[in-house]
């Protein structure tokens, strides 16, 4: 754990990938469930990560692309926070390396006020690609949307080690069942807590 922040020590790529929603940040955007149009029920992001449809229903993100609600409310865990500038930095040093942040939000109404809100706390967003799964379509699990994404990153096959924080135990599930299709690379999942601390989740 040590040496987790340095990215000079692999001769190839290094992928570090974090979610945002209670990994970065503790956020109050709830996802709604619509049955005929109507609201039926409200998901927290940690009930949204496991939640599956049922017949005649649907998501309502529109909380989710409110850029003012996100700027305004959004509180930074502070020891991700520190952990993740810290990784960025030491990324620099390695032209191969790459740190990206994967969201299972859809656009924002505002993309200014979103990358205003990692400034206002010191992260720097400008050095950092952000997927968001959300603009995938399908109605499968967020999860599965992730997967999919950090599929594309390692067929380049520039990478040689990959790791995942996040707080949903599905999404580090699903991401360390890709060590099947890509054995010669190395993975790793870190479960994230609301205070920041991490702990390292095995296959």
Do not use: C, W
């Amino acid at each position: 754990m040590e040496n987790m922040e340095k990215e000079s020590q692999f001769q190839d790529g290094g992928l570090t990938i974090f979610d945002i929603d209670d990994t970065l940040f503790h956020t109050t955007a709830m996802i709604g469930v619509l049955r005929s149009g109507r609201l039926v029920k409200e998901l927290t992001n940690a009930q949204f990560n496991t939640y599956k449809l049922r017949d005649g229903e649907s998501f309502d993100f529109s909380q989710f692309a409110d850029s003012d609600k996100f700027l305004k409310e959004s509180k930074p865990i502070r020891k991700m926070m520190a952990k993740a500038n810290a990784i960025v930095k030491n990324t620099q040093m390695n032209s191969k390396s790459k740190v990206i942040i994967i969201t299972a939000r859809n656009n924002f109404n505002d993309k200014r006020k979103f990358l205003n809100t990692f400034r206002k706390y010191g992260f720097p967003i400008d050095k950092v690609r952000v997927e968001r799964a959300g603009r995938i379509e399908g109605d499968f699990i967020p999860a599965f949307k992730k997967v999919i994404i950090i599929r594309n990153y390692l067929k380049t096959k520039q990478y040689s080690r990959v790791r995942l924080f996040d707080d949903s135990m599905s999404n580090l599930t699903e991401f360390l069942k890709l060590g099947k299709e890509f054995p010669m690379v190395s993975f790793e999942a870190f479960l994230a807590y609301e205070d920041g601390s991490i702990k390292t989740i095995k296959d």
